[in-house]
């Protein structure tokens, strides 16, 4: 059976990495075809991947490489039919959280001597490293982490008087709510509740107040593991964005999408959302430098010491 090789989206590698699986018999491929399938649909994402392809094909004199961008939704089922049909791509590139269900098809290529090759584990983030990891052996090598920040107005700030960032969860409220003026199509808050990424800013305010979801064992495997502590901690987090949804975001949030929040943040409507920083390609696409000035960027406060993942329970269960 021919089997794929998974690169999950968490830590930026070299180009040249990208496409380890095609040397992964000592030295370049003579000639062939390489097939890649990317859920990188960004425009600037999606060409810097066309770029290595080419690149690639330059260092490999009779080898082509076809990249296929695919949406979110519904790739992980053709992945999978495509390995029981038992002609899946070469090259996966996806997000993290699939290998596991693709190893257990027997369909994908363990990664651990790329890994290697690489130059080891210690060339990654171990926490990024282990989301690959399923049955003791990793499936995925991370490509890239995308850091979540917190984005706000300068000028909405002066205006409203505030002259500090927030330090805690209570001054993040005060803050949204302050420059929160419905007259004025204003709002302080906003998140993307429709989509698959509002789980991310969920997972910004879980990890702030101290909430560990899942843990691995010592084969890499991974679990949901909530104890008492952590419902606690969850019943409060959904509590506080309940409160902040009401109190300073559009009537409307809970139908929103990622692009609508991103367009309502980058023209003025809403003030504060969590985000990857790709809320700068929106602003600077409508030509307003003025309002990609007036973007200013902190880390979300802790309200709890703040966790960090799976780390704490991992090394439990480790020692």
């Excluded at 703040?306 to 020692?319: F, L, M, V």
């Amino acid at each position: 059976m021919k089997r794929t090789m998974i690169l999950g989206l968490v830590l930026i590698l070299t180009a040249g990495v990208l496409f380890a699986g095609g040397g992964r018999q000592g030295g370049a491929v003579g000639s062939g075809e390489i097939t890649v399938w990317s859920t990188l649909t960004q425009t600037v994402r999606a060409t810097v991947i066309e770029n290595i392809a080419r690149a690639y094909e330059r260092q490999n004199p009779g080898v082509n490489v076809t990249v296929e961008v695919m949406p979110w939704d519904g790739t992980l089922d053709r992945l999978i039919a495509s390995i029981m049909a038992k002609n899946p791509p070469d090259l996966s590139i996806h997000g993290s959280g699939w290998p596991q269900t693709l190893a257990q098809t027997g369909g994908i290529e363990a990664m651990d001597d790329v890994i290697s090759a690489i130059g080891g584990r210690d060339q990654f983030l171990q926490m990024a490293l282990d989301l690959g990891m399923y049955d003791g052996k990793y499936y995925s090598a991370p490509l890239y982490v995308t850091p979540y920040i917190t984005m706000y107005r300068k000028s909405w700030l002066q205006e409203a008087g505030i002259t500090s960032l927030p330090t805690t969860w209570e001054e993040y409220y005060e803050m949204c709510r302050a420059v929160t003026d419905p007259a004025r199509n204003r709002y302080g808050f906003g998140a993307p509740f429709t989509d698959i990424h509002s789980w991310k800013t969920m997972w910004v305010f879980l990890q702030s107040n101290n909430v560990n979801l899942v843990n691995v064992d010592r084969n890499g495997n991974w679990f949901v593991d909530v104890d008492a502590t952590d419902r606690a901690a969850i019943i409060e987090v959904y509590d506080y964005v309940f409160r902040l949804i009401r109190d300073t975001s559009p009537s409307g949030l809970v139908s929103y999408n990622q692009n609508d929040v991103r367009q309502m943040v980058a023209n003025g409507v809403i003030m504060s959302r969590i985000d990857t920083p790709e809320i700068y390609f929106d602003i600077r696409g409508l030509d307003d430098m003025d309002a990609l000035e007036d973007i200013g960027y902190f880390s979300f406060p802790g309200r709890k010491r703040i966790g960090s993942g799976c780390d704490t329970k991992a090394r439990e269960r480790r020692t």
